[in-house]
């Protein structure tokens, strides 16, 4: 499995992509979804999925968990 500080390098963060949130928010997040073993999560504004991807990792981690994701923009 991608180590997670790789992973982060590896995907836009606020700094590349205004639409996005900013790699310590995303490291926060892992970091919930981990430590609370949470089974299930929802991603609300996926836009392009650069969130979604650590968030993904975040449940690969925890394992058995499950990502679902929502956008309501129909241009992405």
Not at 17 to 45: M, P, Q
Request: glycine share 4%.
């Amino acid at each position: 499995m991608i180590d997670l500080n790789e992973l982060l390098k590896e995907v836009p963060n606020k700094m590349e992509y205004k639409s996005t949130t900013t790699t310590k928010l995303r490291k926060e997040l892992h970091n919930i979804i981990v430590s609370n073993n949470h089974k299930c999560v929802l991603d609300f504004g996926t836009n392009t999925g650069c969130n979604s991807i650590v968030l993904s990792h975040a449940c690969h981690v925890v394992g058995d968990s499950v990502l679902y994701t929502i956008d309501n923009n129909s241009d992405m």
